[in-house]
């Protein structure tokens, strides 16, 4: 296949110079009509080829199709793909307040994929809290750069009572990819702040940039004075292999990418078998876990290790058939929260004092954690809660499948609202205690519940009796 690709490349650059000027190639009008004859004929043979390998391939491979489609697990075409127009941000980010997101519900607690289609020109969300992330995640890259950072090689897996061994990609192409997906879409979003510098030309079997563009070279981030050299996109006939050198290009990239936006990146890669592995990624302000529990792990293995509650009975079914189904162009998003109690007396010197990027407050230090709550050791005095030291933990996570690599890029953007804050907002405190009341057992584990509740539902009845508005639901989730 990487022969193939290899191939068209360079018929496409043969037939844009037969076009403009076939006496670079030195052939006689014969010859050129010759030419152009052999190059009609050679694409058409590799095409034809090509698409009876993969159709034999995936024909042969057992119990390997993917739902919905004809190419087998673990084997991805790059796809072409025009990224839909989308309007540019009317404001600078220092005039651009973080959403209101409060996705929490009246009534009975239900665990489901809570997935909703995504507007293109939603990808990625920042605020005026831009500077003050960024001050975060760099000291955090610079203080535990391996911890939490991570780019994989492509490796084999086996897994008890599965069978055969599971090929599983690297991360490298992904991350290197995801980086100018972000350089493209960041500064056609907020102009104002990114500013790039593309090469010259498109280069010999290196892919374009956006709309045809040729790729781009560097990326102004103006918010913070700071300018990023990318690495090149990688040729197609390299997809799929990996090199040291492609390897530390991957890391670069994923190093460029988590300090580009607010948000936690993590990239996930089909295997063989079809499921979906944590190759690579930059896990900068997890708060409650550490990507290295979770590297390298199949999809249903981060979820049950960090005992998501009625995963098995509720979601693995579905949210492995949605994976292996998502396509190029329908990109999703959700939302989820948690309640953190944030020291009571921040050392307002410190970088994060909110604790944003690791809850040491109740978890103790993060490199002595055991990777499941309670389990640090020494295990941490209780916390002293008061409604002042509570935080609301929203999470909106993004979804969407790259073109090229095939990796599907998952976004965790974090947001802490005080939850006195929250309080202020007409009918919110009503709304947020039937939440947390519904919560099932597992999901009270699950959110470490028992520390905070009896302060935080004293709280909020108080504040909600103080309530005139009478408001109860009239604005659509997650708001």
């Not at 391939?57 to 489609?69: C, E, I, M, Q, V």
Request: proline share 8%; hydrophobic share 35%.
């Amino acid at each position: 296949m990487d022969g193939l690709y290899e191939l068209a490349n360079r018929a496409q650059d043969l037939w844009t110079t037969l076009k403009s000027d076939p006496k670079q190639l030195n052939i006689s009008p014969f010859d050129y009509k010759s030419a152009l004859f052999v190059l009609g004929a050679t694409l058409a043979v590799g095409c034809a080829f090509s698409r009876w390998r993969r159709n034999e391939k995936t024909h042969n491979k057992r119990h390997s199709y993917t739902p919905g489609s004809k190419r087998a697990f673990g084997d991805w075409a790059p796809q072409s793909f025009s990224y839909p127009k989308f309007d540019a941000s009317s404001y600078p980010l220092n005039e651009i307040k973080p959403p209101m997101y409060r996705p929490f519900r009246w009534g009975e607690y239900h665990v489901t994929m809570g997935i909703r289609s995504m507007h293109w020109g939603e990808w990625i969300e920042l605020d005026d809290q831009f500077e003050s992330y960024y001050r975060i995640r760099k000291h955090r890259l610079e203080s535990k750069p391996r911890e939490l950072l991570t780019v994989l090689p492509a490796s084999v897996r086996s897994h008890d009572g599965e069978g055969e061994q599971v090929h599983i990609a690297g991360g490298s192409a992904g991350a290197i990819e995801l980086v100018h997906e972000l350089a493209e879409y960041l500064s056609r979003r907020y102009p104002t702040t990114f500013q790039v510098e593309r090469h010259d030309k498109s280069f010999h079997n290196y892919p374009c940039g956006w709309d045809g563009l040729p790729p781009i070279k560097a990326v102004k981030v103006s918010a913070v004075d700071e300018k990023f050299e990318l690495p090149m996109p990688l040729p197609l006939a390299y997809i799929g292999q990996e090199t040291p050198d492609i390897i530390r290009q991957g890391e670069e990239a994923m190093r460029i990418a988590s300090l580009l936006v607010q948000d936690d990146l993590a990239l996930m890669v089909e295997g063989t078998n079809g499921g979906y592995y944590f190759q690579a990624g930059a896990i900068l302000v997890g708060g409650f876990w550490r990507m290295v529990d979770k590297i390298g792990k199949r999809l249903d293995e981060i979820h049950i290790s960090g005992h998501v509650p009625q995963y098995a009975e509720k979601l693995q079914v579905s949210l492995e058939r949605f994976f292996r189904r998502l396509s190029v162009d329908k990109p999703v998003v959700r939302n989820n929260y948690f309640v953190q109690i944030s020291p009571p007396s921040p050392a307002n010197s410190t970088v994060d004092p909110d604790q944003l990027a690791w809850g040491e407050y109740v978890l103790g230090p993060e490199e002595t954690y055991g990777g499941i709550k309670g389990t640090s050791a020494p295990i941490p005095p209780p916390p002293v809660v008061t409604p002042q030291n509570l935080r609301m933990r929203t999470e909106r996570q993004t979804l969407r499948r790259l073109p090229r690599s095939g990796a599907i890029v998952f976004t965790i953007r974090t947001y802490l609202v005080p939850v006195e804050e929250l309080t202020r907002e007409p009918g919110v405190a009503a709304r947020f205690a039937s939440a947390v009341r519904s919560w099932t057992e597992d999901v009270v584990e699950y959110k470490g519940q028992r520390r905070y509740s009896d302060v935080l539902l004293k709280y909020l009845d108080e504040m909600a009796a103080k309530d005139e508005s009478g408001e109860i639901e009239t604005r659509p989730y997650p708001f």
